[in-house]
């Protein structure tokens, strides 16, 4: 044919799809997963240009080595005493995961989401923030609530959709918010937080306040146009925001790969963005807290943003829905080459000798038991399933700050209606 | 004043008062807007209250509601409605809900301004009307004024409202009212009564529409440029409809509507929004279930068409005085 190109010598292209390099039944080889050596990242000045971190995007910040040693230049020096609130937080996180997990499967909720193995980020980031600092989560950095002592019953509250429920019951299970905890209303969409957690930070820099702003979301989740607006946002106000990317390799089914992780790391995003980009251990409670209060320092200082990567891992399934054998090796979680966060904390305070396995066994029981107790004041408030717990008309509140006619007609009808069939609510 | 000088002294009367009102989006800040809405308030209000914004529709939404949960009152502007698209999550997922999910705990207290509708030769993503996308979330308020004095008094009372208000401002006449001959030159709005706007401070509440025209024949029903069109269409035809302007879309007026249409037992709907699934159907939808006793015919809707907006057909697209006269002389046949 006249005019087309003759490309008949070349090899047809191929389209690339990633894939995992472990599927169910397989076994698995870690070895070749790039964790450099504790204490070896080098440790900026807070003020260091942004255009310097490229290194620090692609190795990792580790604090703690293989014997429990805290080592290297990034090594945050925490008090015995610190270092016990923190591993009990983190502790205290996962009797609570356990706890309201079985709750799930006990038909007293309809979903719940685990944070197993990922303690780390939202405990120890938590600890490395001011209390009014403000938090904008994604689903699975319950830990940040904990860790500033938030009370659980009231966690516990909201799972149920109860009568002590100060969320109304108009939220499904763990999308909790906490102004008084400056722990933003979580939502469903993923990512949206991002740019939100931005605009916070722009305006507490604008009003020339000290406060500073943290967000989180997964690495799958960084494939949202969010997180590019963002990166954007943050750069070119820069704005004192930290921005952590929770890879823990797996967004439900989907690995890291389809985040785009085979060709780079999450940190050195920031780069093109002109962000300071540090890669953290994210099962190093110290790496972690080391970092976010790198990062606190650099925000507060006006020296702008900073976005961590935290490597570590999915231990359990993505949430009470979902059944991870279907699409992984149930193998990856043993082998997984960072180990497990409360493992590795607990055993630097006993090399440390400022903890011991009869101590540490001890807590775990006092939390079950604590955990045990709250679950039960939740209980008396009532569970999902035994009615609704909030009067019908609340289901009408908050749409806006007044209720306007349209949906006072609508709130009237349904009275109605339940004052004919006796549906089984409440009135005020 | 014209709308866009009426705008603009609605957005300079809220900063001067509030000091946490700030002015956001694409070219507002030095240049002072495409539109010139915003020309002037960088240099008296500072680049901290007022500044420019990267291209990217839901970064400037989303940062609105970081700002808004901070506590700032955040004034953020899309610079056509037909771009609003890329922040529809922020504004949907987000700003529409973040009151009802948090049971009050934060809240997004912004005014979305937009410049939207057609009739300027925008062709397909200059002149869109997506109101109707607004309307049907619960959560968001829906502004549109048709006036100088009502753009700067809804303006003042959206920014002050503690909910998420859609403020869509018909471009078509920011320098003066079109009553849909193209073909003819349009006067200023210094010809008209609705440009003496007071300097200071007055508001216009959401939710109340107004009777433009009062009449016994039939009822219209309009919005933004389309009150004007109407106007001139039921002049011309010397109709004695009554013209209502809503104003606020949602929250309707339904008093004012239900009370007219009962009255005159017709009712017309007039916008430039494709009709299909657009506020029309809603608003025909209430007066039919409200007045059908009163209703002496069916309910007509003028709209534009089911179709993208197009650039050389636009006059046969836009619902203008030759359809909207051919519609009245069918709803008044009996």
């Known amino acids: 044919m006249e005019g087309v190109p003759d490309r008949r010598n070349l090899p047809p292209l191929r389209l690339h799809v990633p894939e995992p390099r472990f599927r169910p039944g397989d076994s698995v080889d870690f070895g070749d997963l790039a964790i450099p050596a504790a204490g070896t990242a080098p440790r900026p000045a807070a003020d260091a240009a942004p255009d310097s971190f490229h290194d620090l995007a692609y190795t990792m910040v580790r604090v703690l080595d293989d014997n429990g040693q805290a080592v290297g230049p990034w090594d945050p020096r925490l008090t015995p005493d610190r270092l016990r609130a923190m591993l009990r937080a983190m502790a205290l996180t996962r009797a609570f995961d356990e706890r309201m997990f079985r709750a799930q499967r006990q038909g007293k909720t309809s979903f719940y989401m685990k944070c197993t193995g990922e303690e780390a980020v939202a405990v120890a980031a938590a600890f490395a923030l001011q209390p009014d600092d403000m938090c904008f989560p994604s689903y699975r950095q319950q830990g940040l609530l904990i860790a500033r002592d938030w009370d659980i019953v009231d966690m516990m509250n909201q799972i149920y959709s109860n009568r002590g429920d100060r969320l109304q019951g108009k939220q499904l299970p763990i999308m909790y918010s906490v102004r008084e905890a400056s722990f933003f209303s979580i939502s469903g969409n993923l990512t949206t937080q991002y740019p939100q957690a931005v605009g916070w930070a722009m305006a507490s820099a604008a009003k020339g306040d000290t406060r500073i702003a943290a967000t989180w979301c997964g690495e799958g989740s960084t494939a949202e146009g969010d997180f590019h607006s963002a990166c954007t946002f943050a750069s070119v106000y820069r704005a004192p925001v930290i921005m952590n990317v929770v890879n823990n390799q797996w967004a439900i089914s989907s690995f890291s790969g389809f985040a785009g992780a085979e060709s780079t790391t999450f940190a050195a995003r920031a780069i093109g963005y002109g962000i300071a980009g540090l890669r953290v251990d994210g099962n190093d409670a110290l790496a972690v807290y080391a970092a976010t209060e790198w990062a606190a320092e650099r925000a507060r200082t006006n020296q702008g943003p900073t976005l961590i990567e935290h490597f570590t891992y999915r231990a359990e399934g993505h949430s009470t829905s979902d059944d991870p054998s279907a699409y992984r090796s149930a193998d990856e979680r043993s082998e997984w080459p960072l180990g497990d966060p409360i493992a590795r904390l607990k055993q630097h305070l006993i090399a440390l000798g400022e903890w011991d396995d009869e101590r540490h066994a001890a807590m775990d029981l006092e939390l079950a038991e604590y955990v045990k107790a709250a679950a039960r004041t939740a209980e008396k408030n009532g569970v999902l399933g035994h009615g609704m717990h909030q009067p019908m008309e609340t289901l009408f509140e908050g749409v806006f700050e007044e209720i306007p006619w349209h949906l006072e007609e609508q709130r009237a009808q349904m009275l109605s209606e339940y004052d004919v069939a006796g549906r089984p609510g409440a009135r005020k | ?334």
């Open chain 2, 1 to 334: 004043m014209n709308m866009i000088q009426a705008i603009n002294s609605a957005m300079d009367v809220m900063m001067e008062r509030d000091p946490d009102v700030v002015v956001m989006g694409e070219d507002v800040g030095y240049f002072g807007g495409v539109f010139r809405a915003t020309a002037g308030l960088q240099a008296k209000y500072g680049k901290t209250r007022v500044f420019d914004t990267p291209i990217s529709e839901c970064g400037i939404i989303g940062v609105a509601v970081g700002m808004g949960a901070y506590g700032l009152r955040p004034v953020p502007e899309i610079q056509f409605a037909d771009y609003i698209y890329p922040a529809l999550d922020q504004l949907v997922s987000e700003a529409a809900r973040l009151r009802y999910r948090s049971a009050g705990e934060f809240t997004a207290p912004m005014t979305v301004r937009s410049p939207f509708g057609g009739g300027i030769f925008g062709g397909q993503t200059h002149s869109q009307s997506p109101e109707g996308i607004f309307t049907h979330v619960s959560g968001l308020k829906t502004v549109i004024p048709s006036t100088p004095y009502d753009a700067k008094g809804l303006l003042i009372a959206a920014i002050e409202d503690n909910d998420p208000v859609i403020f869509f401002e018909p471009k078509r006449i920011y320098n003066g009212p079109f009553d849909g001959h193209y073909d003819r030159p349009v006067t200023p709005w210094a010809k008209h009564a609705s440009s003496e706007v007071p300097e200071g401070y007055y508001r216009i509440d959401l939710g109340k529409a107004k009777v433009v025209r009062e009449g016994e024949a039939v009822t219209i029903l309009a919005y933004g440029t389309m009150v004007h069109v109407v106007q001139g269409v039921v002049a011309e035809q010397g109709v004695d409809a009554e013209v209502i302007d809503l104003r606020t879309l949602l929250p309707l007026d339904i008093d004012t509507i239900e009370a007219s249409v009962k009255k005159t037992g017709r009712c017309m709907i007039v916008h430039e929004a494709t009709r299909t699934g657009g506020f029309g159907a809603e608003l025909s939808a209430q007066v039919q279930e409200r007045c059908f006793y009163h209703l002496e015919a069916p309910i007509e809707r003028v709209t534009g068409y089911d179709t993208p907006y197009p650039h050389s057909l636009e006059w046969a697209y836009f619902p203008g005085p030759v359809r909207i006269g051919e519609a009245l002389k069918k709803i008044l046949k009996d």
